[in-house]
């Protein structure tokens, strides 16, 4: 990770201190910025991997920097931000971020999120990894349901036969809710009979293996009162 560069953005010197230690002692080296301008100045100039930035920033706003950054780089930002409105949170998307961060964050959380960006964007990741026809390709997510084979950022996760049965199921139809019951027939090819609580433990297993934050879900959701879906990435 030596040569992996993470610029953390943001007013708050203390906020800064702390992202920096936390990822430092994961074997990352971060630069500092405290002002949208010098944020984006040091993007521009450095080998920067990824970016943590904040919105609200003097001299420029985080999201005019992001805006601005686009035009040249490609590097994966992280929006670390108070405001929780969702309107918000589609804005930094819409404007490029790879993804928004409420404050105050888990640490843990953060470090997996740096991770998982930095294995899409870099040559060990999946964004140079070659696609087979068939395959589904969804955000972070990759199946191949010849090969019953699920890649999450690059990196092959371990499924058993039912967690494959029912990934490829929600993969194949993103989007699309199913209940409890046509899940478990579909998947265990047999009636259901008090179904749910099977299926809720697959789920949760499967979230496990995929999810950023399991208890955050961004891929498998439920649908409360009706059963799950696959979120379109």
Not at 100 to 117: D, G, I, Q, W
Request: glycine share 6%; net charge negative; aromatic share 6%.
């Amino acid at each position: 990770m030596a040569d992996e560069w993470i610029l953390i953005a943001d007013d708050d010197r203390e906020i800064v201190r702390a992202i920096s230690l936390l990822l430092e002692k994961e074997g990352y080296q971060t630069l500092a910025a405290y002002d949208g301008q010098q944020a984006l100045d040091q993007a521009l100039s450095r080998d920067v991997r990824l970016m943590i930035l904040d919105v609200m920033m003097p001299h420029m706003d985080g999201l005019t920097a992001l805006v601005r950054l686009r035009e040249q780089k490609n590097i994966p930002v992280i929006v670390l931000s108070a405001k929780t409105e969702e309107t918000d949170k589609i804005l930094g998307l819409s404007l490029g971020a790879d993804d928004y961060v409420t404050k105050p964050f888990a640490p843990m959380e953060l470090v997996a999120r740096v991770r998982s960006h930095l294995r899409r964007y870099t040559s060990l990741g999946g964004m140079n990894a070659p696609t087979e026809q068939g395959e589904i390709v969804n955000g972070r997510l990759r199946y191949s349901p010849k090969g019953r084979q699920l890649w999450v950022d690059g990196q092959p996760v371990h499924l058993t036969a039912t967690e494959c049965r029912i990934m490829e199921l929600l993969m194949g139809n993103p989007g699309r809710v199913f209940s409890t019951e046509e899940i478990y027939e579909r998947v265990w090819k047999e009636p259901a009979y008090a179904a749910d609580k099977t299926v809720m433990v697959h789920i949760r297993r499967i979230r496990e293996k995929i999810e950023i934050n399991p208890r955050e879900p961004e891929y498998v959701k439920v649908v409360w009162g009706i059963g799950y879906k696959m979120e379109k990435h």
